[in-house]
């Protein structure tokens, strides 16, 4: 972000905290950004001649008597297409080395797009993870995070479904990433070959939380110049959205308002849906698809910054070990996608919304069968033959480091109903166990 | 309105859409305003008033806004427009219509006209020149789609008129003049097809409110079976998210059977109203013949528009919802969700720096959502006729959790309850409602007990508490065998958790995907409940408890195919008998 200096005027500065700092002004306007000692700042309240401003990268050194600077603008991102393949800080400064960016400036957080110029959703993603392309298909246009608790292993499923979703275009948002993830994600996508289709906005854990702010607005108005300008199929990759919302905390602490649930502003469903609605499928082709990490603390799903979230996105994505085939699966109990029921058995074969249903339900009876035999008790042949199946389906299915196609998922789903299962225990609409049933395996 | 901008003000202080205004004029509490910042105006509402300082929530975004703009006060509440032509329209919260902007963003300061000035509408007067009228009485009628849309005395005149006339049957624009009418003072009203009314005060000119007592009939088994919405009445569907709430309530706005629906999203996902405005111009009302869109208001004000507009939303769609009840209309609102808009008065009473009560919620939520609630509900007009508005509301509750204040609030309001359970959803055992913790106050009262011995059967009621208590004790011996172990119970154990299964896998369990099982008309339910029943009512010989649970997943499973085929098909028999024959296979009559 750069602005033109129209007015350079000291002010006395009245009171400073953490985060923020009040002044004396008849000049500001709600939202600009302003310099405060050499650092960007942003109008969040006024109330007569009080402003005050959130400084991004904290308030330490800002003397009474700092040099203050309105600028009249809003926060801005200089578009154009040579954004692509480069890496940027919060404020959208240059992180690798190259030049500045020329483009057209455009504000961050624009307007609201009217729903009715919004098209339905209806081309899916294919990852090649059977537990996302099987169970919770994901659809151009939608918004879904990865619940997941900080040890798992999303930062690479991520990085994956990237690479092969096939989009025109990825945004990634880096929100309080470690140094190290910061490194893994360049690694990957320079291997991959695919840097120039990736813009990257980065805030790692050395740069100041509150800076943290700005990164997925900065993603998403990208993310908004390559789907509108450009009719591109952009993936937004926001990770981890918790931090963001820590980052609102503090300010709404340092701000004394009342906080309500796990000491969230009360404004935090309106903060993530500002965000999360960028999602959008365009009737001219352009798309903007979110997918966003939400990290929980001990799997705590009631917290509200994941309670939140899961109102707002179209599902969740909920990571888990299994220890009994030692990997990490897409858990189909717990995870949902909202969209999928606009592409499964429409854009993929007949038979994919039973087949699902139908492969969820064993793997649920075979969940049962554990706790059973958990407590002692003698199992059935039935639950002998589920756990033997719920097994497999993991292995073969459910498990992330899985690459195949839609098809395969839904012939391999046959072959274990086949292998263990009698035609009732399955229990599918006929005309379709008629034409996929497999016993021959 | 006219724009006579006498009364005026200055900003004082901005906090995100809490906007301070100083001003000397007098203002009236939940006046309309505007925020001039350069060239556009920003519509606000007063909320609070201190001396000089008037607190306005301001509807749009206030980037940009400076301590001194100027504000104009309008002198009038916020008002919506009430005419023919609202339905198939997609409004926002404040009945902007959304497809006359022609920008793919909602731009700020932007409005539209609710209805179209330029549409010729077929007016057939149903009053004469000298009849006496009030507020509310009809003056004729024009078809709006396949609705009686009928055109009545403004609601804001005021005692008794005399018509003086009254235009011929013909084609008229909706500010045409209709009618002029005269008052024993000689004061004359000229009468046109348009009237205004402020959304939070309800529509009341109706002669007698009732208790309800017909059943809105939903196609979704377990509601209708169960726990049956009464028209006229009032419910809601708690849920976490991920449990189906919006598939749920979409299923009811195509099924149900009103003649007017009107979807509000309240602070919900763009993506869900561009399924329902996608949808549902290509589905037809299986009632009626024609297309849903032609009977559906939405009303979207989805969740990254401004919050101010999320409260208005849910007032503007109950205002149009009364209006079209003043009609005699059978009106369904649905609203998703209400927690939105719980929150919306959250986040404003934060700015306010009030006091919070539980969970830092205004104290006063408990009322506000009983008043709500409270302008649903069956009623007779004046000229005999009955109108009414049944209103179906979901809950977010945060947490999962269903003591938090929302829901506590609307569970003393609303008079059906369904909840939604997320260990049914974990199972996909759809729709997820609860059949025990759910209720429908509405089974209790005999003029509803009545209206279904008539319409289903006499012995319906028993029929459907029998099911219920099934449902309950299958619960407690699957419990039973959980802590005891398979062969640690008797057999019957067995056979009894699996008949209550098999009620829930066949009256509950619905495929809402499926073109015929999505909706059951209430003769199916009768025949599938009596059917289940039957078989519950059977003793069967078996074995070993593995034995029961084959058998009864053979039956399900038939029965299942039976919930997806052409109601007494060929193939619906065919499969009937092949029940028939696995039945016998085990039965000890």
């Given at each position: 972000m750069e602005y033109k200096a129209f007015q350079k005027i000291f002010y006395k500065v009245n009171r400073i905290n953490k985060?923020?700092?009040?002044?004396?002004?008849?000049?500001?306007?709600?939202?600009?950004?302003?310099?405060?000692?050499?650092?960007?700042?942003?109008?969040?309240?006024?109330?007569?001649?009080?402003?005050?401003?959130?400084?991004?990268?904290?308030?330490?050194?800002?003397?009474?008597?700092?040099?203050v600077m309105f600028t009249g603008n809003p926060p801005l991102l200089k578009v154009s297409t040579e954004l692509a393949g480069r890496f940027f800080n919060a404020y959208g400064k240059p992180i690798d080395g190259g030049p500045e960016v020329e483009g057209e400036n455009r504000p961050l957080g624009g307007p609201t797009v009217n729903p009715t110029q919004r098209k339905r959703p209806s081309e899916l993603i294919p990852t090649g993870i059977a537990g996302i392309d099987l169970n919770n298909t994901i659809v151009t246009g939608q918004k879904i995070p990865f619940f997941a608790d900080p040890e798992q292993p999303y930062n690479q499923v991520m990085a994956d479904v990237a690479l092969r979703a096939k989009a025109d275009r990825i945004i990634l948002g880096g929100i309080g990433l470690t140094h190290d993830d910061y490194l893994f994600y360049k690694n990957v996508f320079e291997n991959a070959?695919?840097?120039?289709?990736?813009?990257?906005?980065?805030?790692?854990?050395?740069?100041p939380s509150i800076e943290r702010l700005l990164i997925p607005d900065m993603a998403l108005t990208a993310a908004e110049y390559f789907a509108i300008d450009r009719n591109e199929k952009v993936l937004v990759l926001l990770t981890d959205v918790a931090l963001y919302c820590d980052a609102?905390?503090?300010v709404s602490n340092n701000m004394d308002q009342i906080s309500s649930k796990d000491n969230m502003p009360a404004s935090l469903y309106s903060d993530l849906a500002r965000l999360y609605e960028k999602a959008v499928q365009f009737p001219q082709g352009g798309s903007i698809t979110i997918i966003a990490v939400t990290t929980l603390s001990g799997g705590d799903i009631t917290h509200a910054i994941p309670d939140n979230t899961g109102y707002i996105t179209e599902g969740q994505l909920f990571l888990r070990r299994d220890s009994e085939i030692g990997k990490t699966i897409v858990d189909p109990f717990r995870s949902l996608s909202r969209l999928k029921q606009l592409v499964i058995g429409k854009k993929t074969r007949e038979d994919h919304p039973q087949v699902m249903n139908a492969a969820v339900r064993l793997y649920s009876d075979a969940a049962n069968a554990r706790t059973k035999q958990e407590n002692g008790f003698d199992l059935s042949d039935y639950d002998k033959r589920c756990l033997r199946y719920a097994k497999e389906y993991s292995e073969k299915l459910l498990a992330i480091d899985v690459n195949i196609d839609i098809d395969k998922m839904l012939d391999t789903s046959w072959e274990l109903f086949g292998r263990y299962f009698k035609k009732e225990e399955v229990s599918i609409k006929e005309e379709l166990m008629n034409k996929y049933w497999n016993d021959k395996s | 309105m006219i724009a006579t901008a006498t009364k005026t003000g200055k900003v004082t202080g901005i906090i995100a859409n809490l906007v301070t205004?100083?001003?000397?004029?007098?203002?009236?509490?939940?006046?309309?305003?505007?925020?001039?910042?350069?060239?556009e105006r920003l519509l606000g509402e007063v909320i609070k008033i201190v001396h000089h300082d008037i607190f306005v929530q301001c509807f749009e975004s206030t980037r940009g806004m400076k301590v001194g703009?100027?504000?104009?006060?309008?002198?009038?509440?916020?008002?919506?427009?009430?005419?023919?032509?609202?339905?198939?329209?997609?409004?926002?919260?404040?009945?902007?219509?959304?497809?006359?902007?022609?920008?793919?963003?909602?731009?700020?300061?932007?409005?539209?006209?609710?209805?179209?000035?330029?549409?010729?509408?077929?007016?057939?007067?149903?009053?004469?020149?000298?009849?006496?009228?009030?507020?509310?009485?009809?003056?004729?009628?024009?078809?709006?789609?396949?609705v009686k849309h009928r055109i009545l005395v403004p609601f804001k005149v005021s005692g008794k008129f005399i018509?003086?006339?009254?235009?011929?049957?013909?084609?008229?624009?909706?500010?045409?003049?209709?009618?002029?009418?005269?008052?024993?003072?000689?004061?004359?009203?000229?009468?046109?097809?348009?009237?205004?009314?402020?959304?939070?005060?309800?529509i009341k000119f109706y002669s007698e409110k009732m208790r309800p007592f017909a059943m809105l009939e939903t196609g979704v088994r377990v509601i209708d079976t169960l726990i049956p919405l009464a028209e006229g009445g009032t419910g809601f569907i708690p849920g976490p998210f991920g449990t189906g709430k919006t598939v749920l309530q979409h299923a009811i706005a195509k099924q149900a059977t009103a003649d007017v629906i009107i979807y509000a999203a309240c602070g919900e996902r763009a993506n869900e109203i561009v399924d329902v405005f996608t949808e549902f111009p290509e589905l037809y009302d299986p009632h009626t013949g024609r297309k849903l869109m032609e009977r559906t208001i939405i009303i979207a004000n989805t969740s990254n528009m401004p919050v101010a507009a999320r409260e208005a939303s849910v007032y503007t769609a109950m205002t149009i919802a009364e209006y079209y009840r003043s009609m005699g209309l059978k009106v369904l609102i649905l609203a998703d969700s209400t927690s939105r808009w719980a929150q919306a008065l959250r986040e404003m009473s934060n700015r306010l720096e009030e006091l919070p009560g539980p969970d830092a919620f205004p104290m006063d939520l408990t009322a506000v959502i009983a008043n709500f609630?409270?302008?649903?509900?069956?009623?007779?007009?004046?000229?005999?006729?009955?109108?009414?508005?049944?209103?179906?509301?979901?809950?977010?509750?945060?947490?999962?959790?269903?003591?938090?204040?929302?829901?506590?609030?609307?569970?003393?309001?609303?008079?059906?309850?369904?909840?939604?359970?997320?260990?049914?959803?974990?199972?996909?055992?759809?729709?997820?409602?609860?059949?025990?913790?759910?209720?429908?106050?509405?089974?209790?009262?005999?003029?509803?007990?009545?209206?279904?011995?008539?319409?289903?059967?006499?012995?319906?009621?028993?029929?459907?508490?029998?099911?219920?208590?099934?449902?309950?004790?299958?619960?407690?011996?699957?419990?039973?065998?959980?802590?005891?172990?398979?062969?640690?119970?008797?057999?019957?154990?067995?056979?009894?958790?699996?008949?209550?299964?098999?009620?829930d896998f066949i009256i509950l369990q619905q495929d809402a995907f499926d073109a015929v099982d999505a909706m059951t008309p209430i003769e199916r339910q009768r025949y599938m409940l009596e059917l289940v029943l039957q078989i519950s009512n059977m003793d069967f010989k078996f074995g070993s408890f593995e034995e029961v649970s084959g058998y009864f997943k053979r039956i399900i499973n038939v029965l299942k195919q039976l919930n997806y085929t052409e109601f007494k098909s060929d193939e619906f028999e065919s499969k009937n008998k092949e029940l028939k024959k696995i039945i016998n296979e085990k039965r000890i009559s």
């Open positions: 985060a923020t700092c009040v002044l004396q002004s008849h000049m500001a306007s709600y939202d600009e950004m302003a310099v405060v000692h050499g650092r960007l700042a942003q109008v969040v309240k006024i109330i007569g001649n009080n402003v005050t401003l959130q400084v991004f990268s904290g308030t330490d050194g800002i003397p009474t008597n700092a040099e070959g695919a840097l120039d289709r990736i813009v990257s906005f980065i805030n790692t854990t050395e740069d609102l905390s503090i | 205004i100083a001003s000397q004029d007098p203002v009236a509490q939940n006046e309309i305003c505007y925020i001039h910042v350069g060239e703009n100027m504000v104009e006060f309008t002198g009038e509440m916020l008002e919506i427009t009430l005419g023919p032509g609202m339905l198939s329209k997609i409004y926002d919260g404040l009945q902007s219509d959304l497809k006359k902007f022609d920008s793919l963003f909602i731009e700020r300061g932007q409005h539209s006209a609710a209805l179209d000035a330029e549409s010729l509408w077929h007016f057939k007067p149903l009053a004469k020149k000298g009849d006496i009228v009030q507020a509310s009485d009809w003056l004729g009628e024009v078809l709006e789609n396949a018509i003086e006339s009254i235009v011929e049957e013909g084609e008229y624009r909706i500010d045409d003049v209709i009618a002029v009418l005269v008052n024993s003072d000689s004061h004359k009203l000229e009468i046109n097809m348009v009237q205004k009314w402020p959304i939070k005060r309800p609630y409270a302008r649903a509900g069956y009623v007779t007009l004046h000229n005999g006729e009955s109108g009414s508005i049944t209103f179906l509301g979901t809950v977010s509750p945060s947490g999962g959790n269903l003591k938090e204040p929302v829901t506590e609030a609307t569970k003393k309001a609303a008079r059906c309850f369904y909840a939604l359970s997320q260990r049914r959803a974990d199972q996909k055992r759809y729709p997820a409602v609860d059949p025990t913790e759910s209720y429908s106050k509405y089974l209790e009262y005999p003029e509803m007990q009545s209206y279904l011995h008539e319409h289903i059967s006499t012995r319906w009621i028993q029929q459907v508490t029998k099911a219920r208590d099934l449902l309950i004790r299958g619960r407690e011996f699957r419990d039973q065998i959980n802590i005891l172990g398979d062969d640690g119970v008797p057999l019957d154990y067995h056979v009894q958790f699996w008949k209550a299964e098999v009620i």
